[in-house]
């Protein structure tokens, strides 16, 4: 009778349901894993940097949490902050769908830019925030690039790109794809000059950004299975009419082709960055 009460009880616990037991957890203090489930103190998730010390998963940062865990303490200057678009097509809802994302990030646009220090090296950054419309590259989104890429060529800064981005915004049309031509000619001009671009390839960069700026930096690192191409796998297979490896677009895939010079961990990102920023200080910088 003893077995029979034991086994019983355990039944009767287990049959709680899971949205119940969920609710009674309060929100903000854990965050799941997304890709093997496991479930950890939002503390712990933060210090980890979003990487699942379990799978190695890399979730997605924010642009501020990006830059929060690259940059010095305090050395962060924005620049070009309050620049949005003006909807040049008045493309049905688009407005709306802005609006819903600058509350939710808390952004005008998709990328955020300035200068800051890393471990006391000064450096130009641009985070792409994929959150915001999927980091896709309209007018303001280039400019801030282009006009970023001129800054840090004017004060002879090196410059790190971490890039993030379906693709082209389309409610922005051909002035969307211009972005493409603009952002190259601004990174050949920071090239002509001496400058020294790092491109970082997050998950995923797609479209016109991989076809553009993401891939012509002296360096070029990616996180970990970061997906990293132009077209989609679908479009690609139906165009060949083969069959694509599993792996096909992945940072690994790309280090071993020759498009990625190394894939890097998140927590020994900065530490490399230190490093290439350090064997590319101007003479009497550091003096």
Not at 54 to 81: K, P
Not at 113 to 130: H, L, Q, S
Not at 225 to 251: C, N, S
């Amino acid at each position: 009778m003893q077995f029979k009460s034991i086994f019983h009880k355990k039944k009767k616990y287990a049959s709680i349901p899971t949205e119940k037991a969920k609710q009674e957890i309060p929100e903000g203090l854990v965050e799941k894993c997304g890709s093997c489930g496991k479930i950890y103190y939002e503390k712990e998730w933060t210090q980890q940097l979003k990487v699942c010390p379990n799978c190695g998963t890399h979730h997605r940062l924010t642009a501020y949490e990006r830059i929060d865990a690259l940059l010095d303490a305090e050395s962060f200057i924005e620049w070009d902050q309050s620049m949005e678009t003006t909807d040049p097509l008045k493309f049905p809802e688009y407005q709306e769908k802005l609006k819903k994302d600058q509350v939710k990030t808390g952004l005008k646009d998709a990328v955020v830019t300035g200068k800051g220090t890393i471990n006391g090296y000064e450096t130009a950054i641009v985070v792409m925030d994929p959150f915001f419309r999927m980091a896709s590259m309209g007018a303001v989104v280039g400019e801030k690039i282009a006009r970023a890429l001129e800054n840090a060529r004017e004060e002879q800064l090196p410059m790190i790109i971490f890039t993030a981005s379906g693709g082209a915004r389309m409610q922005e049309g051909m002035i969307s794809l211009m972005q493409m031509a603009k952002t190259s000619m601004a990174v050949d001009r920071f090239n002509r000059s001496g400058g020294c671009l790092v491109n970082v390839f997050t998950h995923p960069t797609t479209g016109g950004v991989t076809a553009s700026f993401a891939s012509i930096g002296d360096y070029h690192f990616a996180e970990p299975k970061a997906l990293i191409g132009f077209a989609g796998r679908r479009i690609i297979e139906q165009t060949i009419r083969e069959k694509l490896p599993d792996d096909f677009q992945t940072a690994e895939f790309q280090l071993e082709h020759g498009q990625v010079d190394k894939v890097v961990h998140r927590h020994e990102l900065k530490a490399l960055l230190t490093t290439v920023l350090d064997l590319h200080q101007p003479k009497g910088r550091d003096e």
